[in-house]
């Protein structure tokens, strides 16, 4: 039988680091030939994942620009992956996530009756604009999608109430598989975090959502600020995301400030090992809610509410809001109170053990006839939590 073919369609840092374990997955099973389209919706923090894992993509549609928009990301997608899939012919696509490219690299599968599996399906918030357009992306991904591959069976449950078409594989989170590539004891490539002194309170910081664009990231910052300037024990370390909107509103309020490091994006080996020898984490990316609960350091989440709930009742994760008053309660409370913070620091993974690339493969050459059993489901009592 002939080799079955993937196409990997992926375009963003988070869905890079999450599909990127999956790609070299896919290549090295003789049933599957893997094939890697990067839309590049992100450049530089795109490029960077792809080095860090030697992963090298057949197709790149290579169109971020400035000042970009949804539609107009959507609609370059749109055109450029039409005539990926005229030459590249694949048995099957795969998308990742809730962002941009991947609706529209389903549409455009959907558009060519090409099947289309969705990895990490499943998530809600059961907010339409919240996260935006996050939210929506994922739910019309879900209904596009014949193949969901859910990280959790909370997940599994949420596509079930939906009816979407297709079959369901609980398969554990990719992220948990890259972190088997990124943790590791060497040195910073950034110098600057070298010379951070981690044996006093870091605090490791993202901050990029559209929908805490304005008042709420104004709001947050200014927490940061009031945080870093009454107690200069701290320091906060934040690599700030490359889009404008962002870098902008972080230096107006943080730059300048002794105690608060800003840096580039960092490498993903970089950013895991930050996580780890930081003493608590504060963020609005979803990926960061997944990582940080695997390496046993408390998450305070810089929205009002998560589509990844499983660390938020295992007790690792926390919504911090996005107002500033809060923010500062919440963050000072794991500082002063070593009770509160001891039963938030205990490592917990309920998105993976690391086997979920293997999973979703196994689920692909048995939904096409090239195995004969389907993958046994990703459980997380046999999850591992000593990364
Ligand atoms: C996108 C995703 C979001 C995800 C986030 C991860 C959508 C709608 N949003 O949001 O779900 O959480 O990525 O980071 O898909 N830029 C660069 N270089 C880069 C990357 C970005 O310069 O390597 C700048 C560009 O000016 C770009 C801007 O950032 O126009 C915004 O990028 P975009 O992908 O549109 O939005 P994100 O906020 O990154
Ligand atoms: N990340 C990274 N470098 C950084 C900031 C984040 O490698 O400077 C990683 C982080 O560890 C996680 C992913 O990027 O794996 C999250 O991406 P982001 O916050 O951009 O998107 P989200 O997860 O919110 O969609």
Redesign the pocket.
Known sequence: MKPLRVLSVFG???EAIKMCPLALELARRSALESLVCVTA??????DSVLRTFGVRPDYDLDI?????T?SS?TSKILDGLGAVLDEARPDLVLVHG????AFAAALAAFYHQLPVGHVEAGLRTFDRWS?Y??EM?RRLVGRLAEYHFAPTARNRDNLLREAVDGSIFVTGNTVIDAMAYTVNPRPFACEALNRVDFRRRVIAMTC???ENYGAPMEQIFSAVAQLAQSDPELTFVYPV????V?QRAARAQLEGLANVLLTE?LDAMDMHKLISRSYLVLTD??GLQEEAPALGKPVLVLRRETERPEAVEAGTVALAGVERETVIKMVRQLLDEPARYRAMAHAVNPYGDGQACRRIADAIEWRFGRAERPPEEFHPNRASPNL
């Open positions: 963003t840092r988070p919706q992100h450049r530089e923090m795109l971020m620009e400035a000042g970009q949804l990301v809730d962002t941009t490219t996260p357009p996050e992306n990029h959502r559209r995301h490359l889009s404008p962002v994006p990316s979803g």
